[in-house]
Antibody, heavy 128, light 112 residues
């Protein structure tokens, strides 16, 4: 079964650092993107950005650039979302999801199947 | 950035009756490769979002055929031909034509 499993809930104080994880299994982790999505309490979904593990392809929504860092260790099929200094406004549930999107230069064909597998979400609470 | 706007934001539905949700984008979602990068997701209460439709009209595995997506360019529609109890939740459209990708505000579907 293809799945992505996220790390557990975290509680931190403002100014503290944090790294949460997203581990993929059942597929070629290097080949597909991992997308990060924020959902603040009672609100909708916000696309934060994506990373292609094992590559330098990392894209941030401008509002998150400089506020968070995406990284990945393809040797252990794990992607990370980290903060250097948390704020109370970072309190939210964070989802990772697999994105199938790319181009096969041999077959000269594009492929795309959306965010087809989602993690269970990691709740981050930042409070003094 | 591409802005995606859904309507309505709240949709009371009757079991067995049809329902539809509109999604409009500020720019065309048609890529030069011929694909239209618009997806639909459903977030059931207390759950992670799940993919329903990708590339405007392609149902993902396990989605019943009473749920369909249509549209082109900047105007898209999700239709449920006969609403069932399991369809309650918040529906989101998402454009993947251009980074940063973006979700609509969400449409909350509840039983009357």
């Amino acid at each position: 079964d293809v799945q992505v499993v996220q790390s557990g809930a975290e509680v931190r104080k403002p100014g503290e650092s944090l790294r949460i994880s997203c581990q993929g299994s059942g597929y070629n982790f290097r080949k597909d993107y991992i997308v990060w999505v924020r959902q603040m309490p009672g609100k909708g979904l916000e696309w934060m950005g994506l990373i292609l593990p094992g590559s330098s392809d990392i894209r941030y929504r401008p509002s998150f650039q400089g506020q968070v860092i995406f990284s990945a260790d393809a040797s252990i099929n794990t992607a990370y979302l980290q903060w250097a200094s948390l704020k109370a406004s970072d309190t939210a549930k964070y989802y990772c999801a697999r994105l199938i999107s790319g181009h096969d230069p041999v077959k000269v064909k594009f492929y795309y199947s959306g965010l087809d597998v989602w993690g269970q979400g990691t709740t981050v609470t930042v409070s003094s | 950035d591409i802005v995606v706007t859904q309507s309505p934001l709240f949709l009371p539905v009757t079991p067995g009756e049809p329902a539809s949700i509109s999604c409009r984008s500020s720019q065309s979602l048609l890529h030069a490769n011929g694909y239209t990068y618009l997806d639909w997701y459903l977030q059931k209460p207390g759950q992670s979002p799940q993919l329903l439709i990708y590339l405007g009209s392609n149902r993902t595995s396990g989605v019943p055929d009473r749920i369909s997506g249509s549209g082109s360019g900047t105007d898209f529609t999700l239709r449920i031909s006969r609403v069932e109890a399991e369809d309650v939740g918040t529906y989101y459209c998402m454009q993947a034509r251009q980074s940063p990708y973006s979700f609509g505000q969400g449409t909350k579907v509840e039983m009357k």
